[in-house]
């Protein structure tokens, strides 16, 4: 345990408040990072992978089930052709040079989204490292890859109408568990906490129906300096909360 996750979990006082299961970030901020910098944009993103090194560590030492990242929204491809291809690269860095880690600490890998539609390469390595850790049965790491979760939805509309023509599907019989049955994250602790930063307080298209419930966190820090501390503290945070789910 390096001294960044062992004083995040330091940070959280003894017995002080309930463990998020599932924690989602969008991580936003990285292009005005760099820019405060005078730093090309690039910069700020390749910061902003050592900050995901960093808050995925913290979110292993601190107890959290899952950890759920928005890399890249079905939403970022409209962004110049050269960002676009920065951030593939990045994704090529982060998996060569962290799966071994992850190996070796039992963390789970997975992946939401459509990522067929990234270069065939990408798509090679991102196989071979979720077939690594599929074995494994320790924390989860989702990484969001070309997701949006309108498409989700209705990629689970479009296969339930599937089945209902077929005759194999009472449309009578659909209801919340069903779809929830039928998202890509079917496997993963129910969402607890949504966390953006640098301010921007939208949630972008980012797993809408799994955030009905979940406690919402928006905080000003740029993701390159969001770290294992910001993360232990959003979760002393999140274990303040009173959860009512409608009820009193
Ligand atoms: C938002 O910053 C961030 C992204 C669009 C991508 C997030 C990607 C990474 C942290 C790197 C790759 C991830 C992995 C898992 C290897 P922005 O560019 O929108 O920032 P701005 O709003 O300040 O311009």
């Known amino acids: 345990v390096s001294g960044q996750t062992a004083s995040a979990a330091a ?32 910069a700020g993103h390749r910061a902003g992978v050592e900050a995901v090194r960093k808050v995925s560590r913290a979110a292993r030492a601190l107890g959290i089930e899952a950890l759920t990242l928005y890399a890249f929204s079905s939403e970022n491809w409209r962004r110049p052709e050269s960002e676009v ?43 071979n490292a979720l077939a690594r850790t599929a074995n494994n049965d320790g924390p989860i790491l989702v990484i969001a890859l070309n997701y949006g979760a309108q498409a989700e939805i209705a990629a689970v509309a479009r296969q339930l109408a599937v089945q209902a023509k ?38 972008s298209n980012f797993l809408l129906w799994q955030a009905a419930y979940a406690e919402l966190l928006f905080v000003d820090t740029l993701w390159p300096d969001f770290d294992g501390e910001a993360l232990a503290e959003a979760v002393s945070i999140f274990g303040q909360r009173q959860r009512r789910y409608g009820g009193l």
């Open 11 to 42: 940070a959280i006082p003894a017995g002080g408040g309930i463990l998020p299961r599932h924690v989602a970030i969008i991580m936003d901020g990285n292009g005005r990072w760099a820019k405060k910098r005078h730093l090309p944009r690039f």
């Open 166 to 203: 077929d005759g194999t599907l009472d449309p009578a019989t659909i209801d919340e568990a069903m779809i929830d049955r039928e998202l890509q994250t079917n496997d993963l602790p129910p969402l607890d906490l949504m966390i953006r930063t640098s301010g921007e307080v939208r949630l």
């Open 85 to 127: 291809s920065d951030l593939m690269g990045l994704l090529r860095l982060f998996i060569r040079t962290d799966i071994d880690e992850m190996v070796r600490d039992n963390v789970r890998l997975r992946v939401i989204g459509d990522y067929r539609r990234f270069p065939a390469d990408l798509i090679t390595m991102i196989d």
